[in-house]
């Protein structure tokens, strides 16, 4: 069975960094490009990020670029978010994504909350 | 980047219904639109992906048409389980972007 589970979120003071992983099982993780969508408390979603498959290419919305840093393991199929900079409006769930051969995303984790306040 | 506008942001209707949800692209998306749906406390589902194609799983009473920047989905007989938000998203540009959602609420 396909799953993705986030980890790593919590409360961040203004300011703050914090790492974000998501641990892939049940497919050929190196063979999927991934994302990082998020979505805001009683928001709709927003893309944050992208990698391909190998790592080589990242891609980021423009109201995160320059302050997070996406990357992954496919020895030990986890993909990463390093978030720098963080303010208020980086609060939100971040969810990780499996990009699909038809280019949707077909599969999500669970989601982890990261809440930026002092 | 390309824009993603959905009408309405929310609606109300029974069940046995039939619902129409938009999506207009501010470019030329060609057929790479998808659409989601999500409860509260969940992930997104993916339902339909590349305008018309339902992924494995989903019932016949989605379905989606459109191309170029103009995309509809319907759910030909609302079912109490179909009560969730809906996402248009996407994917031809680098950057997969999501309409603002639809919120369909029971009447």
């Known amino acids: 069975e396909v799953q993705l589970v986030e980890s790593g979120g919590g409360l961040v003071q203004p300011g703050g960094s914090l790492t974000l992983s998501c641990a892939a099982t049940?497919?050929?993780?190196?063979?999927?490009?991934l994302q990082w969508v998020r979505q805001a408390p009683g928001k709709g979603l927003k893309y944050v990020s992208a990698?391909?498959?190998?790592?080589?290419?990242?891609y980021y919305a423009y109201s995160v670029e320059d302050r997070f840093i996406v990357s992954r393991d496919n020895s030990k199929n986890i993909l990463f978010l390093q978030m720098d900079s963080l303010t208020a409006e980086d609060t939100a769930v971040y969810f990780c994504?499996?990009?699909?051969?038809?280019?949707?995303?077909?599969?999500w984790g669970q989601g982890t909350l990261v809440a930026v306040s002092s | 980047d390309i824009q993603m506008t959905q009408s309405p942001s929310s609606l109300s209707a029974s069940v046995g219904d039939r619902v129409t949800i938009t999506c207009r692209a501010s470019?030329?998306?060609?057929?790479?639109l998808n659409w989601y749906q999500q409860k509260p406390g969940k992930a997104p589902k993916l339902l339909i992906y590349?305008?018309?194609t339902l992924q494995t799983g989903v019932p016949s009473r989605f379905s989606g048409s459109g191309s170029g920047t103009d995309f509809t989905l319907t759910i030909s007989s609302l079912q109490p389980e179909d009560f969730a938000t809906y996402y248009c998203?996407?994917?031809?540009?680098?950057?997969?972007?999501f309409g603002q959602g639809t919120k369909v609420e029971i009447k």
């Open positions: 994504a499996r990009v699909s051969p038809t280019y949707s995303l077909d599969r």
């Open positions: 049940g497919f050929t993780f190196s063979s999927y490009a």
């Open positions: 990698i391909s498959t190998s790592g080589d290419k990242t």
């Open positions: 470019d030329t998306i060609k057929k790479y």
């Open positions: 590349q305008t018309s």
């Open positions: 998203q996407q994917s031809y540009g680098l950057l997969y972007s």
